[in-house]
């Protein structure tokens, strides 16, 4: 809502707006205040465009991944894997046209990155070459044929990229049967986030209809690429009180300390990376339950599931002060919306549950901290943490510092359509985490997501309990949201 005001009235509507001010006459009144009030304006992201004859700077996301290329090497990969399975039958052709004309569309996906006599810089290329390799598992059976999948995309995701040499993507097509094939993209983080990857798959759907009927695509032209949200956001970074934000998180993080979630657990002697998932599903009527509760609260759907699991974090660790970093998309202008790239931020909620006696005192609390947390939405990592005593050798800060995550995707994404293939994704893993724990919740046709866990700091059954206690916790708080914090979950 807030980019659509923005484009419109050509004022920045603060989130906090939309708690204090609820309905459309006291949200008319604040936009009227704030365009009276004279206020000056961010600039577009596509007036940047005009900057173009310089080499672009990378993004603050991008260059932590750049600066941290050579640790990368030596652990984990940062990619991100996606399989779609594709049922009817596939014009091979389109389909690599289609392909083609994405990474045309978005400079991002052949650009690469090299230091500039300045600092790191973007490189893009007029054309890169996309392949699409087919491997035929016709000879399988279905079993095999999963078994078989699965190990490549493990396989295939836990490969490095060179950054110098675009696309920073990897593209692989299965033929099951006749009409039945999987594709694979596994993307690089410094290319893509989880919006991104719904809007590639939904691009390649559009252009692969568009060559197959011979009709144009629906997609309008994009306002902006990703170097003029990189310019954007270093002019930003410079024009609005840069320092203040330091502050801020500075003084939100000072004296914290990361989860351990393994205390008294045995570690290996090298860390190994290791990843498993436990899936959860929220039953239909609590989902209901939790949407009435949110709103009666005055609160978000995102603000009670926090807190259900800071208050989850609480019971099994005994700890009062705690740090979650929480995943948002970020894509509050309008020129991002269907620009690939990463673009998510994680910005480090702290809860200090001292003197909170119940779920709705904390809950609350949580409220307070996600609407302070957005007034100050850019988290400069390194100045942030400088010196800080929570950071490990060669910890330059950033999603894996406190090693738990949070996220919560709210708004599904409409299915792709691609004439008469049906596309529907299927979960993949790359089976490795550099977290020791995440929760990734998404509502879409219902409440659901998962717990990912690292392997060598967690059990199965550990994880397992933990999912029972959270759906636990929700049950107790919507009911009894006065509960004393200590009772919300056997």
């Not at 759907?205 to 994009?222: C, E, I, K, M, V």
Request: with cysteine; aromatic share 8%; charged share 25%.
């Amino acid at each position: 809502m807030a980019s659509r005001v923005r484009d419109v009235f050509g004022v920045e509507l603060p989130l906090r707006s939309l708690f204090v001010t609820p309905t459309l006459e006291g949200l008319a009144a604040e936009i009227e205040r704030l365009r009276s009030g004279g206020a000056p304006q961010r600039p577009t992201i596509a007036s940047f465009r005009q900057e173009r004859g310089t080499p672009p700077p990378l993004s603050f996301a991008q260059e932590r991944y750049w600066a941290g290329r050579h640790l990368e090497a030596r652990s984990v990969a940062a990619t991100l894997p996606m399989l779609q399975h594709l049922a009817g039958p596939l014009d091979r052709d389109a389909l690599r046209r289609a392909l083609a004309a994405v990474v045309e569309r978005h400079e991002l996906l052949r650009t690469g990155f090299q230091d500039g006599p300045d600092g790191p810089v973007q490189v893009i290329h007029p054309a890169v070459p996309v392949a699409l390799p087919e491997v035929d598992l016709g000879s399988l059976d279905a079993d095999a044929r999963t078994a078989e999948v699965r190990r490549f995309a493990v396989l295939d995701g836990r490969l490095h990229f060179d950054y110098e040499r675009p696309p920073l993507f990897r593209a692989t097509l299965f033929r099951c049967a006749p009409e039945e094939h999987l594709l694979l993209f596994t993307i690089h983080h410094v290319a893509s986030d989880g919006w991104s990857n719904g809007l590639l798959i939904r691009e390649v759907s559009a252009f692969y209809l568009s060559f197959r009927t011979g009709q144009p695509t629906l997609l309008p032209p994009l306002p902006a690429q990703f170097q003029d949200f990189a310019r954007w956001q270093r002019r930003l970074s410079r024009e609005e009180a840069q320092e203040s934000q330091v502050t801020f998180w500075r003084e939100h993080l000072q004296g914290a300390v990361p989860i351990d979630l393994g205390a008294g657990r045995p570690r290996p002697p090298r860390r190994t990376f290791a990843a498993a998932v436990e899936e959860v599903r929220v039953p239909e009527e609590l989902e209901r339950r939790l949407d009435a509760f949110s709103a009666h609260q005055g609160v978000t759907l995102f603000m009670t599931l926090l807190a259900a699991f800071q208050a989850l974090l609480h019971l099994e660790t005994g700890r009062d002060d705690l740090v979650v970093p929480c995943s948002f998309a970020n894509r509050n202008q309008l020129e991002t919306e269907a620009l690939i790239g990463n673009l998510a931020t994680a910005l480090p909620l702290r809860a200090r549950l001292h003197g909170v006696r119940t779920f709705r005192e904390l809950l609350q609390r949580v409220r307070e901290l996600t609407l302070l947390a957005h007034e100050h939405p850019d988290i400069f990592w390194e100045p942030v943490v400088e010196g800080m005593s929570f950071l490990e050798p060669g910890d330059r800060g950033g999603l894996t510092t406190f090693k738990i995550l949070f996220q919560l995707i709210k708004s599904p994404q409409a299915p792709p359509v691609a004439s008469d293939l049906q596309i529907t994704q299927v979960p993949v893993d790359t089976g490795r985490i550099r977290l020791d724990l995440s929760l990734f919740l998404s509502q879409g046709e219902r409440l659901a997501g998962r717990f990912r866990y690292n392997r060598d700091v967690l059990d199965a059954p550990r994880v397992a309990a933990l999912r029972d206690r959270f759906l636990a916790i929700l049950a107790k708080v919507v009911a009894d949201p006065d509960c004393p914090l200590a009772e919300v979950a056997p």
